[in-house]
């Protein structure tokens, strides 16, 4: 199964993507969170990544699919994979698919994960991620300064979930981005999903959507 989850920052993709992954026992691959290593890392992708994802901008094209096309290509994806945060771009649609197809491999689904732009604002002011296993909590469920319940790790909001920073994210998102969901439509292969529900309703509704039982 590859499966790409397509939608605005703070819908959910990153959360609903870690239920998938081993629900169905394939990788999540979050470029997000190979960046964020990257940074913390100091790696030279990381170096040049650092200020474009302060301000909230998008990492150029090159880069990325550059990143992706080694993931891709990896053993680790060769049963499937779940797309989380790419294709964020057009050209880096265009790209994904010519990969996918030089190497004998197509999309299944692409989730298209909606909500509404107040609810989105609020969940990422309450967001807490994981500095260690990156996974994510709601500040509600989990008071500050605990530690990640799943790993122990320490727990911290992300520079740009700042609300000023999740603005310029969304306004990028509705120039950039938004078009690669026409480009799914196209190729028939978009799923429209309701994300404002709990995530274990949003988790159930995404198997109806692919066909798993
Ligand atoms: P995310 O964790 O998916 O919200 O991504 C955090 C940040 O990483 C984004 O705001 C971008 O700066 C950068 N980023 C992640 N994926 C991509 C991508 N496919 N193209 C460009 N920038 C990206």
Known sequence: MRLILFGPPGVGKGTQAKLLSAKLNIPHISTGDM??????????IGKQAKA???????????????????????????????????????????????????????????????IEE???????????????????????????????????????QRDDDKPETVRKRLYVYSQSTAPVKVYYQKLGLLKTINAQNDLQQVHQEILMAINHK
């Open 35 to 44: 960046l964020r290593d990257a940074v913390a890392e100091g790696t030279e």
């Open 52 to 114: 474009v994802l302060d301000a909230g901008q998008l990492v150029s094209d090159s880069i990325m699919i550059g990143i992706i096309r080694d993931v891709i290509k990896s053993e680790n994806c060769k049963n499937g994979f779940i797309l989380d945060g790419f294709p964020r771009t057009i050209p880096q649609a265009e790209e994904l698919s010519l990969l996918l197809n030089r190497l004998g491999m197509e999309i299944d689904f692409v989730i298209n994960m909606e």
């Open 118 to 156: 107040n609810e989105i604002i609020k969940r990422l002011g309450k967001r807490l991620s994981c500095s260690k296993c990156g996974n994510i909590f709601n500040i509600d469920n989990l008071p500050y300064s605990t530690p990640c319940p799943a790993c122990g790790g320490l727990m911290y």
